[in-house]
């Protein structure tokens, strides 16, 4: 079974930024497509990053275009989400997740395509 494990969270002003990184293990990492997801209190599960199974394909929310970046390594078996300008509305826990893809270059946005997901780290942004 598929375990993923994330890092990097923690607190950081406005302004700064954090790179999380997921670590997966249990089964082939490159046959996975990977997403990062984000639950802020009081607040529904949201997307925020995608990757394809090679990384060639990726996805960004709008809300985080041009400040976010998802990348990954299959030979570290890492996924990794690079936050810059960060803003205290980005607080939140985040989420790695993994689907099993068929397809090379397809990425998922909806939360329902996954089928494993981290324990969640947690990311704060004070102002």
């Known amino acids: 079974q598929v375990q993923l494990v994330e890092s990097g969270g923690g607190l950081v002003q406005a302004g700064g930024s954090l790179r999380l990184s997921c670590a997966a293990s249990g089964r082939t990492f490159s046959n996975d497509a990977m997403g990062w997801f984000r639950q802020a209190p009081g607040k529904e599960r949201e997307f925020v990053a995608a990757a394809s199974r090679s990384g060639g394909s990726t996805a960004l929310a709008d809300s985080v275009k041009g400040r976010f970046t998802i990348s990954r390594d299959n030979g570290k078996n890492t996924v990794y989400l690079q936050m810059n300008s960060l803003v205290p509305e980005d607080t939140a826990v985040y989420y790695c997740?993994?689907?099993?893809?068929?397809?090379?270059?397809?990425?998922?946005?909806?939360?329902?395509?996954?089928?494993?997901w981290g324990q969640g780290t947690q990311v704060t942004v004070s102002s």
């Open positions: 997740a993994a689907k099993s893809s068929y397809y090379t270059d397809s990425y998922y946005v909806s939360s329902d395509d996954y089928d494993r």
